[in-house]
Protein backbone atom coordinates (compact mmCIF):
# COMPACT_ATOMS: atom_id res chain seq x y z
CA UNK A 1 0.00 0.00 0.00
CA UNK A 2 3.11 2.40 1.23
CA UNK A 3 4.66 1.89 -2.74
CA UNK A 4 1.67 2.17 -4.29
CA UNK A 5 0.79 5.47 -2.34
CA UNK A 6 4.26 7.04 -2.90
CA UNK A 7 5.67 5.62 -5.81
CA UNK A 8 9.04 4.54 -3.66
CA UNK A 9 10.10 0.79 -3.41
CA UNK A 10 11.68 -0.49 -0.34
CA UNK A 11 15.04 -1.80 -0.75
CA UNK A 12 15.03 -5.61 0.94
CA UNK A 13 18.85 -5.06 1.01
CA UNK A 14 18.47 -2.23 3.50
CA UNK A 15 15.22 -3.40 5.14
CA UNK A 16 15.30 -6.08 8.24
CA UNK A 17 12.61 -7.67 10.14
CA UNK A 18 12.72 -7.22 14.43
CA UNK A 19 10.25 -9.70 15.25
CA UNK A 20 11.14 -10.73 18.91
CA UNK A 21 9.89 -13.70 20.91
CA UNK A 22 7.84 -14.96 18.12
CA UNK A 23 8.46 -18.58 16.95
CA UNK A 24 6.24 -20.34 14.65
CA UNK A 25 4.79 -17.67 12.73
CA UNK A 26 8.40 -15.91 12.32
CA UNK A 27 8.67 -17.52 8.53
CA UNK A 28 5.34 -17.32 7.51
CA UNK A 29 6.18 -13.30 8.53
CA UNK A 30 9.65 -13.22 6.39
CA UNK A 31 7.81 -14.61 3.26
CA UNK A 32 5.39 -12.04 3.39
CA UNK A 33 7.67 -9.23 3.75
CA UNK A 34 10.62 -10.73 2.19
CA UNK A 35 13.24 -9.34 4.25
CA UNK A 36 15.87 -11.03 6.30
CA UNK A 37 15.75 -11.01 10.10
CA UNK A 38 17.93 -8.40 12.19
CA UNK A 39 19.19 -8.69 15.77
CA UNK A 40 19.90 -6.54 18.61
CA UNK A 41 22.16 -4.44 18.47
CA UNK A 42 21.99 -2.56 15.39
CA UNK A 43 22.78 0.81 14.26
CA UNK A 44 19.97 3.05 12.78
CA UNK A 45 20.37 6.71 11.91
CA UNK A 46 23.70 6.16 13.53
CA UNK A 47 22.02 5.26 16.59
CA UNK A 48 22.86 1.71 18.59
CA UNK A 49 19.44 0.08 18.92
CA UNK A 50 19.54 -2.36 21.71
CA UNK A 51 17.60 -4.05 24.11
CA UNK A 52 18.03 -3.32 28.23
CA UNK A 53 20.47 -0.94 30.03
CA UNK A 54 22.56 1.22 27.49
CA UNK A 55 26.39 0.46 29.17
CA UNK A 56 29.40 2.37 28.57
CA UNK A 57 30.78 -0.08 25.39
CA UNK A 58 28.04 1.54 23.69
CA UNK A 59 28.21 5.17 23.80
CA UNK A 60 31.81 5.11 23.41
CA UNK A 61 31.68 5.36 19.86
CA UNK A 62 30.31 8.81 20.28
CA UNK A 63 33.50 9.86 22.53
CA UNK A 64 35.95 8.64 20.44
CA UNK A 65 33.95 10.77 17.62
CA UNK A 66 34.06 13.95 19.94
CA UNK A 67 38.05 13.45 20.95
CA UNK A 68 38.86 13.01 16.96
CA UNK A 69 36.63 16.06 16.45
CA UNK A 70 39.02 17.65 18.70
CA UNK A 71 42.90 16.68 17.92
CA UNK A 72 44.86 18.39 14.85
CA UNK A 73 44.67 21.43 13.35
CA UNK A 74 41.63 22.38 14.92
CA UNK A 75 43.11 23.08 18.52
CA UNK A 76 46.36 24.72 17.20
CA UNK A 77 44.77 27.57 14.92
CA UNK A 78 41.95 28.54 16.82
CA UNK A 79 42.16 31.20 19.66
CA UNK A 80 40.25 30.32 22.97
CA UNK A 81 37.09 32.36 21.64
CA UNK A 82 37.46 29.75 17.95
CA UNK A 83 37.63 27.31 20.15
CA UNK A 84 34.37 28.20 22.32
CA UNK A 85 32.58 28.14 19.78
CA UNK A 86 33.88 24.94 18.22
CA UNK A 87 32.59 23.17 21.32
CA UNK A 88 29.42 25.07 21.23
CA UNK A 89 28.18 24.00 17.42
CA UNK A 90 30.27 21.37 16.56
CA UNK A 91 31.94 19.22 19.45
CA UNK A 92 28.83 19.98 21.56
CA UNK A 93 26.35 18.74 19.22
CA UNK A 94 28.16 15.45 18.21
CA UNK A 95 26.47 13.75 21.21
CA UNK A 96 22.81 15.45 21.21
CA UNK A 97 20.86 12.48 18.69
CA UNK A 98 22.18 10.34 21.33
CA UNK A 99 20.99 11.80 24.34
CA UNK A 100 17.67 12.73 23.16
CA UNK A 101 17.40 9.11 23.58
CA UNK A 102 19.48 7.21 26.00
CA UNK A 103 20.29 8.54 29.42
CA UNK A 104 24.14 8.74 29.62
CA UNK A 105 26.26 6.96 32.28
CA UNK A 106 28.05 9.26 34.59
CA UNK A 107 31.73 8.12 33.84
CA UNK A 108 30.84 8.44 29.91
CA UNK A 109 29.75 12.13 30.55
CA UNK A 110 32.88 12.65 32.57
CA UNK A 111 35.20 11.62 30.52
CA UNK A 112 33.43 13.74 27.60
CA UNK A 113 33.72 17.02 29.88
CA UNK A 114 37.31 16.07 30.32
CA UNK A 115 37.89 15.84 26.36
CA UNK A 116 35.78 19.44 26.10
CA UNK A 117 37.70 21.22 28.95
CA UNK A 118 41.54 20.53 28.09
CA UNK A 119 40.66 21.15 23.99
CA UNK A 120 39.23 24.42 25.24
CA UNK A 121 42.18 25.35 27.86
CA UNK A 122 45.47 23.66 26.32
CA UNK A 123 44.11 22.80 22.44
CA UNK A 124 44.66 19.19 22.62
CA UNK A 125 41.55 16.84 24.28
CA UNK A 126 44.40 14.60 26.28
CA UNK A 127 46.36 17.63 27.38
CA UNK A 128 45.75 18.78 31.09
CA UNK A 129 46.69 22.56 31.75
CA UNK A 130 46.14 24.29 35.39
CA UNK A 131 43.48 27.15 35.06
CA UNK A 132 42.43 29.67 37.82
CA UNK A 133 38.79 29.43 36.46
CA UNK A 134 36.95 26.39 37.56
CA UNK A 135 34.96 24.76 34.62
CA UNK A 136 31.82 24.75 36.12
CA UNK A 137 32.45 28.49 36.20
CA UNK A 138 33.30 28.69 32.56
CA UNK A 139 29.92 26.49 31.89
CA UNK A 140 27.35 29.44 32.96
CA UNK A 141 25.55 31.97 31.56
CA UNK A 142 26.94 35.29 30.05
CA UNK A 143 24.72 36.95 32.81
CA UNK A 144 26.37 34.97 35.56
CA UNK A 145 29.95 35.06 34.69
CA UNK A 146 30.48 32.58 32.28
CA UNK A 147 31.07 31.99 28.27
CA UNK A 148 27.53 29.92 28.15
CA UNK A 149 28.82 26.12 27.53
CA UNK A 150 26.77 23.83 28.80
CA UNK A 151 27.40 20.70 30.55
CA UNK A 152 26.96 17.32 28.83
CA UNK A 153 24.79 16.48 32.13
CA UNK A 154 22.76 19.32 31.97
CA UNK A 155 22.28 18.86 27.90
CA UNK A 156 21.36 14.70 28.41
CA UNK A 157 19.09 15.77 31.37
CA UNK A 158 17.08 18.59 29.44
CA UNK A 159 16.67 15.85 26.73
CA UNK A 160 15.44 13.52 28.97
CA UNK A 161 13.12 15.64 30.29
CA UNK A 162 11.80 16.41 26.93
CA UNK A 163 11.08 12.44 26.09
CA UNK A 164 9.38 12.70 29.78
CA UNK A 165 6.93 15.21 28.69
CA UNK A 166 6.24 13.35 25.87
CA UNK A 167 5.08 9.96 27.85
CA UNK A 168 3.26 11.89 30.30
CA UNK A 169 1.07 14.00 27.46
CA UNK A 170 0.75 10.91 25.20
CA UNK A 171 -0.31 12.48 21.53
CA UNK A 172 1.22 9.63 19.23
CA UNK A 173 1.30 5.47 19.14
CA UNK A 174 5.13 5.60 21.34
CA UNK A 175 4.04 7.53 24.16
CA UNK A 176 0.73 4.97 24.27
CA UNK A 177 2.60 2.16 24.31
CA UNK A 178 5.15 2.81 26.78
CA UNK A 179 2.13 4.44 29.38
CA UNK A 180 0.99 1.11 29.09
CA UNK A 181 3.84 -1.12 29.54
CA UNK A 182 4.96 0.58 32.43
CA UNK A 183 2.36 2.75 34.18
CA UNK A 184 0.20 0.44 36.43
CA UNK A 185 -3.23 0.19 36.77
CA UNK A 186 -3.19 2.13 40.61
CA UNK A 187 -1.47 4.47 38.59
CA UNK A 188 2.58 4.21 39.82
CA UNK A 189 5.20 3.84 37.31
CA UNK A 190 7.42 1.06 37.26
CA UNK A 191 10.85 0.50 38.94
CA UNK A 192 12.54 -2.53 36.52
CA UNK A 193 13.01 -1.71 32.56
CA UNK A 194 11.42 -4.67 31.03
CA UNK A 195 14.16 -4.68 28.96
CA UNK A 196 13.51 -1.25 27.89
CA UNK A 197 17.12 0.95 26.77
CA UNK A 198 14.83 4.25 27.06
CA UNK A 199 12.86 3.75 30.31
CA UNK A 200 15.60 4.02 32.75
CA UNK A 201 16.04 7.99 31.30
CA UNK A 202 12.27 8.65 31.40
CA UNK A 203 12.01 7.52 35.18
CA UNK A 204 15.21 9.50 36.25
CA UNK A 205 13.88 12.41 34.47
CA UNK A 206 10.02 12.08 36.22
CA UNK A 207 10.82 13.53 39.18
CA UNK A 208 12.40 16.71 37.70
CA UNK A 209 9.11 16.63 35.14
CA UNK A 210 6.84 16.75 37.60
CA UNK A 211 7.76 19.48 39.76
CA UNK A 212 7.99 21.70 37.11
CA UNK A 213 4.11 21.04 35.91
CA UNK A 214 0.93 21.41 36.83
CA UNK A 215 -2.65 20.82 35.89
CA UNK A 216 -5.08 23.52 34.50
CA UNK A 217 -8.11 22.03 35.71
CA UNK A 218 -10.93 20.87 32.94
CA UNK A 219 -13.43 18.09 34.19
CA UNK A 220 -10.41 16.96 36.49
CA UNK A 221 -10.94 13.14 35.66
CA UNK A 222 -7.12 12.90 34.69
CA UNK A 223 -5.72 14.52 37.75
CA UNK A 224 -5.16 12.62 40.68
CA UNK A 225 -6.17 14.22 43.69
CA UNK A 226 -3.53 13.88 46.06
CA UNK A 227 -0.35 13.24 44.25
CA UNK A 228 -0.58 15.70 40.99
CA UNK A 229 0.40 19.57 41.43
CA UNK A 230 -2.80 21.46 41.00
CA UNK A 231 -3.84 23.59 43.79
CA UNK A 232 -0.65 24.54 45.01
CA UNK A 233 3.23 24.70 43.80
CA UNK A 234 3.48 21.64 45.47
CA UNK A 235 0.73 18.19 45.96
CA UNK A 236 -1.50 17.51 48.68
CA UNK A 237 0.48 14.67 49.94
CA UNK A 238 3.56 16.94 50.14
CA UNK A 239 1.80 19.51 51.92
CA UNK A 240 0.27 16.70 54.36
CA UNK A 241 4.20 15.25 54.75
CA UNK A 242 2.39 12.51 56.71
CA UNK A 243 3.98 8.61 55.95
CA UNK A 244 1.70 7.23 57.88
CA UNK A 245 -1.26 7.64 55.66
CA UNK A 246 -1.66 4.62 52.83
CA UNK A 247 -1.00 7.17 50.07
CA UNK A 248 -0.95 3.76 47.48
CA UNK A 249 -4.16 3.17 48.71
CA UNK A 250 -6.04 6.19 47.20
CA UNK A 251 -6.72 6.68 44.09
CA UNK A 252 -8.90 9.25 44.17
CA UNK A 253 -9.28 12.20 41.25
CA UNK A 254 -10.19 15.43 41.20
CA UNK A 255 -13.20 14.96 39.36
CA UNK A 256 -14.80 13.21 42.36
CA UNK A 257 -15.06 16.94 44.06
CA UNK A 258 -16.74 18.52 41.25
CA UNK A 259 -20.43 17.87 40.67
CA UNK A 260 -22.75 20.07 38.09
CA UNK A 261 -19.67 21.78 37.56
CA UNK A 262 -18.84 23.31 40.84
CA UNK A 263 -17.14 22.06 43.81
CA UNK A 264 -18.53 19.73 46.52
CA UNK A 265 -15.99 18.54 48.74
CA UNK A 266 -16.90 16.36 51.59
CA UNK A 267 -16.58 18.26 54.94
CA UNK A 268 -13.49 16.36 55.96
CA UNK A 269 -11.75 17.58 53.36
CA UNK A 270 -13.06 21.34 53.05
CA UNK A 271 -11.21 21.13 56.90
CA UNK A 272 -8.21 19.81 55.45
CA UNK A 273 -8.10 23.15 52.81
CA UNK A 274 -9.06 25.25 55.65
CA UNK A 275 -6.08 24.12 57.81
CA UNK A 276 -3.87 24.25 54.86
CA UNK A 277 -4.93 27.88 54.37
CA UNK A 278 -6.51 27.38 50.65
CA UNK A 279 -9.89 28.88 49.41
CA UNK A 280 -10.63 25.92 46.91
CA UNK A 281 -13.41 28.41 45.68
CA UNK A 282 -10.91 30.08 43.92
CA UNK A 283 -9.71 27.81 41.35
CA UNK A 284 -12.19 28.30 38.60
CA UNK A 285 -13.39 25.09 36.64
CA UNK A 286 -13.48 24.34 32.78
CA UNK A 287 -15.59 21.54 32.64
CA UNK A 288 -16.26 21.74 29.56
CA UNK A 289 -12.50 21.26 28.32
CA UNK A 290 -10.24 18.17 28.82
CA UNK A 291 -7.55 18.49 32.23
CA UNK A 292 -4.39 20.09 30.52
CA UNK A 293 -0.85 19.48 31.83
CA UNK A 294 1.19 22.85 31.75
CA UNK A 295 5.07 23.63 31.75
CA UNK A 296 5.40 26.25 34.41
CA UNK A 297 8.95 28.24 33.14
CA UNK A 298 7.41 28.27 29.51
CA UNK A 299 3.71 29.34 30.92
CA UNK A 300 4.80 32.29 32.83
CA UNK A 301 8.69 32.41 33.44
CA UNK A 302 8.93 30.71 36.39
CA UNK A 303 11.94 31.24 38.17
CA UNK A 304 13.08 30.10 42.15
CA UNK A 305 11.57 32.93 43.96
CA UNK A 306 9.08 34.43 41.42
CA UNK A 307 5.86 32.91 42.41
CA UNK A 308 3.70 36.08 43.68
CA UNK A 309 4.78 36.95 40.32
CA UNK A 310 3.22 33.57 38.45
CA UNK A 311 0.27 33.66 40.25
CA UNK A 312 -0.81 37.13 38.96
CA UNK A 313 0.25 35.99 35.38
CA UNK A 314 -1.92 32.88 35.60
CA UNK A 315 -4.85 35.02 37.07
CA UNK A 316 -4.46 37.31 33.88
CA UNK A 317 -4.43 34.45 31.60
CA UNK A 318 -7.41 32.75 33.34
CA UNK A 319 -6.12 30.47 35.26
CA UNK A 320 -6.43 30.02 39.08
CA UNK A 321 -4.56 27.75 41.39
CA UNK A 322 -5.00 28.25 45.48
CA UNK A 323 -1.74 29.89 46.74
CA UNK A 324 -0.41 30.84 50.30
CA UNK A 325 1.14 33.62 51.57
CA UNK A 326 4.81 32.39 53.45
CA UNK A 327 4.68 35.34 55.74
CA UNK A 328 1.11 35.37 57.12
CA UNK A 329 -0.23 32.10 56.01
CA UNK A 330 -3.43 33.72 55.53
CA UNK A 331 -4.09 35.02 51.97
CA UNK A 332 -3.48 34.54 48.36
CA UNK A 333 0.21 34.99 47.63
CA UNK A 334 0.13 37.92 44.95
CA UNK A 335 2.36 40.45 44.34
CA UNK A 336 -0.39 42.91 45.87
CA UNK A 337 -0.99 41.14 48.81
CA UNK A 338 3.00 40.12 49.92
CA UNK A 339 4.06 43.57 49.67
CA UNK A 340 1.11 45.95 50.57
CA UNK A 341 -2.05 44.09 52.45
CA UNK A 342 0.41 41.31 54.15
CA UNK A 343 0.04 41.33 58.18
CA UNK A 344 3.47 41.19 58.55
CA UNK A 345 4.76 43.72 55.78
CA UNK A 346 1.82 46.00 56.80
CA UNK A 347 3.01 45.82 60.37
CA UNK A 348 6.68 46.68 59.24
CA UNK A 349 4.74 49.69 56.52
CA UNK A 350 2.62 51.35 59.80
CA UNK A 351 5.72 51.20 61.65
CA UNK A 352 7.59 53.22 58.67
CA UNK A 353 4.46 55.55 58.97
CA UNK A 354 5.02 56.32 62.94
CA UNK A 355 8.54 56.76 62.51
CA UNK A 356 8.30 59.42 59.54
CA UNK A 357 4.84 60.89 61.24
CA UNK A 358 2.16 60.48 58.29
CA UNK A 359 -0.76 58.18 57.51
CA UNK A 360 -1.33 56.99 54.31
CA UNK A 361 -4.90 55.79 53.60
CA UNK A 362 -4.63 53.23 50.57
CA UNK A 363 -1.15 51.15 50.64
CA UNK A 364 0.66 50.97 47.76
CA UNK A 365 3.77 51.42 45.88
CA UNK A 366 2.56 55.24 43.81
CA UNK A 367 0.94 56.05 47.26
CA UNK A 368 4.36 55.74 48.79
CA UNK A 369 6.31 57.67 46.25
CA UNK A 370 3.75 60.15 46.54
CA UNK A 371 4.08 60.81 49.78
CA UNK A 372 7.49 62.00 50.07
CA UNK A 373 7.31 64.95 47.57
CA UNK A 374 5.95 66.92 50.76
CA UNK A 375 9.18 66.26 52.80
CA UNK A 376 12.12 68.10 53.06
CA UNK A 377 15.01 66.81 51.01
CA UNK A 378 17.29 64.80 53.60
CA UNK A 379 13.19 63.45 54.92
CA UNK A 380 12.50 62.04 50.97
CA UNK A 381 15.81 60.42 50.34
CA UNK A 382 15.39 58.29 53.82
CA UNK A 383 12.01 57.85 53.13
CA UNK A 384 12.63 56.84 48.72
CA UNK A 385 15.44 54.59 50.30
CA UNK A 386 13.08 53.13 53.10
CA UNK A 387 10.09 52.24 50.29
CA UNK A 388 13.10 50.27 48.08
CA UNK A 389 14.96 48.97 50.26
CA UNK A 390 11.95 47.32 52.71
CA UNK A 391 10.83 45.88 49.76
CA UNK A 392 13.77 44.20 48.66
CA UNK A 393 13.85 43.18 52.44
CA UNK A 394 10.02 41.63 52.42
CA UNK A 395 11.13 39.69 49.51
CA UNK A 396 14.30 38.33 50.92
CA UNK A 397 12.51 37.22 54.10
CA UNK A 398 9.81 35.62 52.31
CA UNK A 399 12.45 33.82 50.10
CA UNK A 400 14.00 33.26 53.28
CA UNK A 401 11.07 31.65 54.62
CA UNK A 402 10.10 29.52 51.79
CA UNK A 403 13.50 28.08 50.60
CA UNK A 404 15.52 28.13 53.79
CA UNK A 405 12.95 27.53 56.28
CA UNK A 406 14.34 30.44 58.14
CA UNK A 407 12.18 32.28 61.12
CA UNK A 408 11.25 35.73 60.14
CA UNK A 409 10.49 38.31 63.49
CA UNK A 410 9.17 41.77 63.43
CA UNK A 411 11.93 42.65 65.49
CA UNK A 412 15.12 41.07 63.19
CA UNK A 413 13.35 43.00 59.99
CA UNK A 414 13.19 46.15 61.74
CA UNK A 415 17.13 45.82 62.69
CA UNK A 416 17.08 45.32 58.71
CA UNK A 417 15.13 48.26 57.88
CA UNK A 418 17.41 50.67 60.60
CA UNK A 419 20.30 49.83 58.64
CA UNK A 420 18.95 50.90 55.60
CA UNK A 421 17.82 54.26 57.32
CA UNK A 422 21.71 55.00 58.37
CA UNK A 423 23.05 53.81 55.00
CA UNK A 424 20.53 56.02 53.63
CA UNK A 425 21.69 58.82 55.42
CA UNK A 426 25.36 58.23 54.71
CA UNK A 427 24.43 58.76 50.38
CA UNK A 428 22.14 61.71 51.16
CA UNK A 429 23.66 65.17 50.34
CA UNK A 430 19.84 66.94 51.17
CA UNK A 431 19.50 69.24 53.95
CA UNK A 432 16.30 69.44 56.34
CA UNK A 433 13.91 72.65 57.25
CA UNK A 434 15.56 73.15 60.91
CA UNK A 435 11.77 72.78 62.72
CA UNK A 436 10.80 70.96 65.01
CA UNK A 437 8.62 67.99 63.20
CA UNK A 438 11.84 66.98 61.15
CA UNK A 439 13.88 67.47 64.30
CA UNK A 440 11.91 64.91 65.87
CA UNK A 441 11.59 62.50 63.21
CA UNK A 442 15.36 62.21 62.48
CA UNK A 443 15.76 61.20 66.54
CA UNK A 444 13.26 58.84 66.28
CA UNK A 445 15.08 57.22 62.89
CA UNK A 446 18.20 57.63 64.51
CA UNK A 447 20.35 59.11 62.03
CA UNK A 448 22.81 62.14 61.78
CA UNK A 449 21.78 65.37 61.64
CA UNK A 450 21.05 67.39 57.76
CA UNK A 451 20.44 71.08 59.20
CA UNK A 452 19.91 73.73 56.53
CA UNK A 453 22.72 76.27 56.70
CA UNK A 454 21.74 79.25 58.73
CA UNK A 455 20.54 82.73 57.35
CA UNK A 456 23.74 84.83 58.38
CA UNK A 457 22.63 88.93 58.79
CA UNK A 458 24.87 91.20 58.32
CA UNK A 459 24.05 94.74 58.72
CA UNK A 460 24.84 97.45 55.80
CA UNK A 461 25.06 101.24 55.59
CA UNK A 462 24.73 102.72 51.88
CA UNK A 463 25.29 106.47 51.18
CA UNK A 464 24.34 108.50 48.35
CA UNK A 465 28.01 108.44 45.49
CA UNK A 466 29.74 111.91 45.77
CA UNK A 467 29.11 114.36 43.00
CA UNK A 468 32.40 114.60 40.77
Not at 142 to 148: R, W, Y
Not at 333 to 349: D, I, P, Q, V, Y
Not at 377 to 383: A, G, I, M, R
Not at 417 to 423: A, G, M, P, T, V
Request: charged share 25%; hydrophobic share 40%; net charge positive.
Amino acid sequence: MYQEASGQVFSSEKSKLFLGAMNNEKKQVKDIFGFDEGSLPETYLGIPLIQGRVTKEILRPLVDKIKKRATGWAGSLLSIQGRAVLIKSVLRSISIYSMSIYKWHTSVIKEGERILRNFFWSREPDTKKACVVVWDKVCKLFKEGGINLRRLKEINQSLMMKVTWNFLNPKNEWSEFMRAKFIAKPGSFSTCTKGSSIWAGVRGALEDVCSNSGWVIGDGSCIDLWKDIWCSPISLKDLINNDNIPWKNLHAKVSSIIVNGRWSLPHNLLLLFHRLGMDINSIKLNTNKADRRVWKPDLVDFVMGSYPLMIDNLQKKGIYIVSRCRLCSKGAETLAHLFWNCTFSSSLWSWLETLFNICIVERNLKSLLLAGDTMSPYLKDLWIGAIWGGTKLIWHARNKKTFEDCIITLDKEKRKWSKLFHDTAFLSKGRIYNNQSDFGILRSLGVPLHPSKSTVIKSCSWELPRKG
